[in-house]
């Protein structure tokens, strides 16, 4: 059964940070391929941060320098990072596993998701 969980939100200030992770069952965590959306209220899913399963990773260009990805082989868990929060940061964050094609602009390809986090910042 895979499964992914997402915790780590909630509500900060602007410029504050917090660390979302995201618990996966070991056949999302060994797939090809994890990555971080982002919704937020009336906009669509926007992708924020890919890593394959080599670690190289790849942020979405108004989210660099503030925002990491990483994972935990030993927890099986993913991270996001996220520094200098801005309220249009404000979205609920998913986790997504399995796609060969590791990126953050072909969200319909990965194939399983978590149920997100809310985070706030104001």
């Known amino acids: 059964h895979v499964q992914l969980v997402e915790s780590g939100g909630g509500s900060v200030q602007a410029g504050g940070s917090l660390k979302l992770s995201c618990a996966a069952s070991?056949?999302?965590?060994?797939?090809?391929?994890m990555g971080w959306f982002r919704q937020a209220p009336g906009k669509e899913r926007e992708g924020v941060a890919a890593i394959d399963s080599d670690g190289s990773s790849i942020v979405a260009d108004s989210m660099k320098g503030r925002f990491s990805i990483s994972k935990d082989k030993s927890e099986n868990t993913l991270y996001l990072q996220m520094n200098g929060l801005r309220p249009e940061d404000t979205a609920m964050y998913y986790c997504a596993a399995d796609t060969w094609d590791c990126g953050i602009t072909n969200q319909d390809d990965y194939k399983y998701w978590g149920q997100g986090t809310q985070v706030t910042v104001s």
């Open positions: 070991k056949e999302a965590f060994d797939s090809p391929c």
